[in-house]
């Protein structure tokens, strides 16, 4: 049973900076697929970040250049780092990781951490 605890996160005005963190209670972190999403009030989720086993990195078209995702695979952590932060961002934001077990689908999510961006 995979375990997810999130932290960081808050308010923030905007062009500012703030960072999440992911700490992954399990065993097998290092062949985890690690993604973070966020939902805003009356939209669906979206998919913000992924990083791969091996440190691939995607980004979703709205966070491109602003967000950096990683992983320190000694602590069984990952990060998002969210720069340049705009009101459109504010939403809860949820890790969420799978691996080849449990399938894309059937992976775990962590409690979700709010992050606003004020104007």
Not at 19 to 28: D, H, I, P
Request: net charge neutral.
């Amino acid at each position: 049973q995979v375990q997810l605890v999130e932290s960081g996160g808050g308010l923030v005005q905007s062009g500012g900076s703030l960072r999440l963190s992911c700490a992954y209670y399990g065993t097998n972190f290092g062949h985890t697929v690690m993604n973070w999403y966020r939902q805003a009030p009356g939209l669906e989720r979206e998919l913000v970040a992924t990083i791969t086993p091996g440190s691939s990195t995607s980004y979703g078209d709205s966070v491109k250049g602003r967000f950096t995702i990683s992983r320190d695979n000694s602590k069984s952590t990952v990060y998002l780092q969210m720069n340049a932060l705009k009101p459109e961002d504010t939403a809860v934001y949820y890790c969420y990781a799978w691996d080849f077990e449990t399938g894309r689908e059937g992976g775990s999510w962590g409690q979700g951490r709010q992050v606003t961006v004020s104007s």
